[in-house]
C-alpha cells in the first residue's frame, strides 16, 4: 500500500510530477494514470499529486502542455493514416500488403516491401483509371441529358407560343362571330318592320271601268 507522505513537496517531486504527466500527454493517457504513476515512484497518493499539479506545477508548465498537446495530435494523426493505408490496402485492392506490413502501436508501418508497393500501385493504377473511365461516361450521358433538356426547352417554348397564336385568333374570330351575329339580327328586325309597314299600307285595285277600288 502506498504510504500517505505529509512533509512538503521538493523541487525533484514537482519535476518528477511534471516529466510523468507530460509523457502521459502525449501519449494520449489520462491525468489520473499519471499521478498514480507519480504516487507510486515518490509515495505519495494520486489525490496529493492531483492537487500539487493543478495548484502549483501546472501553471509552471503551460506552454510544455501546449506542446504535448500538439505532439499527442500529431502522434493520433499518424495512426489514422496508417491505419487507412493498411485498410486499404487489405481490403479494397486484394490485400496485397496486408501479410507483408504491420502497423506498430505508434503508428509506423514497418515490413513493407518495395515488391509489395509496387503491386499496390500497379492495382491502384488500374482502379483509378477504370474510376476515370467511369467518371468520363457519367459526364457524356450528363451532356446529352443537358442537350435533350434544351431541346425540350425550345419545344416547350414553340408550343407555348403557338397556344397563345391560337388564343388570340380564337379571341378575335369569337368577336368577330359575335359582331356578325348583332348585324344578322338587327337586319332581320329591320327586315320585320319593313314588312309591317309594307301590309300596313292601303292597296289600290283597278276595276274594269277603270276605276280604283280600295282593297281591305
Not at 88 to 99: D, E, F, K, R
Not at 158 to 164: A, D, F, I
Not at 165 to 186: C, F, H
Request: charged content about 35%; some cysteine; glycine content about 6%.
Amino acid at each position: 500500500m502506498t504510504a500517505i507522505r505529509q512533509d512538503a513537496w521538493s523541487e525533484e517531486d514537482d519535476l518528477i510530477l511534471a516529466e510523468v504527466t507530460l509523457r502521459h500527454i502525449r501519449e494520449g493517457s489520462t491525468q489520473l494514470s499519471a499521478f498514480e504513476e507519480v504516487g507510486e515512484k515518490i509515495g505519495r497518493t494520486a489525490a496529493a499529486c492531483g492537487f500539487r499539479w493543478n495548484s502549483f506545477v501546472r501553471k509552471k508548465y503551460e506552454a510544455a502542455i501546449q506542446i504535448a498537446k500538439a505532439q499527442r495530435q500529431k502522434r493520433n494523426q499518424h495512426r489514422k493514416h496508417a491505419s487507412a493505408f493498411a485498410s486499404v490496402a487489405g481490403s479494397g485492392m486484394g490485400g496485397p500488403l496486408a501479410s507483408e506490413s504491420a502497423v506498430r502501436s505508434d503508428g509506423i508501418v514497418e515490413e513493407l516491401s518495395i515488391d509489395a508497393v509496387i503491386r499496390f500501385l500497379r492495382q491502384w493504377k488500374g482502379s483509378y483509371q477504370e474510376m476515370v473511365r467511369h467518371v468520363r461516361q457519367l459526364e457524356k450521358e450528363l451532356n446529352e441529358k443537358q442537350d435533350e433538356l434544351e431541346r425540350l426547352r425550345s419545344l416547350n417554348d414553340e408550343l407555348s407560343r403557338q397556344v397563345s397564336d391560337v388564343s388570340t385568333d380564337y379571341r378575335v374570330v369569337n368577336d368577330d362571330y359575335k359582331a356578325l351575329i348583332q348585324i344578322m339580327d338587327r337586319a332581320r328586325k329591320l327586315a320585320f318592320l319593313a314588312e309591317e309597314e309594307e301590309e300596313s299600307k292601303t292597296r289600290f285595285k283597278m276595276d274594269e271601268n277603270g276605276n280604283l277600288e280600295r282593297i281591305e
